[in-house]
């Protein structure tokens, strides 16, 4: 399966490789061949690296990267998730992923 990503604004991204989401987000000296998605945020509620979103063998996750405000998963049955720092948090396909006051819809890559 291939997911994908809308956030809030509108953008659509393809969830091909680990992907980092921020204002400005910058990868580890050890994250070679990482998306970078920067997201328009003029309230500054979303942290410069505030999440990483990636797919492997299991399936679809995020990692709160140690932002200010917080990343929280909410799963198709209502159910929320708030993501630790650093803990890897499955979801699934109509998930929503709050960063900030910005939001992510997910869904499959047609």
Known sequence: ??????????????LTAPTLVGRNPQP?????????IVLNDPLRTVSKTH????????GPYV?????TNGTVVTLPDG???ICGPEQKVRFTVGSTIMCGAITAKVDLQY
Do not use: C, K, P, W
């Open 1 to 14: 399966m291939r997911y994908a990503i809308t956030f809030s604004d509108g953008n659509r991204y393809a």
């Open 79 to 81: 159910q929320q998730i």
């Open 51 to 58: 999440m990483l979103v990636g797919v492997d063998a299991a």
């Open 63 to 67: 990692v709160d990267r140690r932002s």
């Open 28 to 36: 580890a000296a050890h994250e070679h061949d990482t998306n970078l």
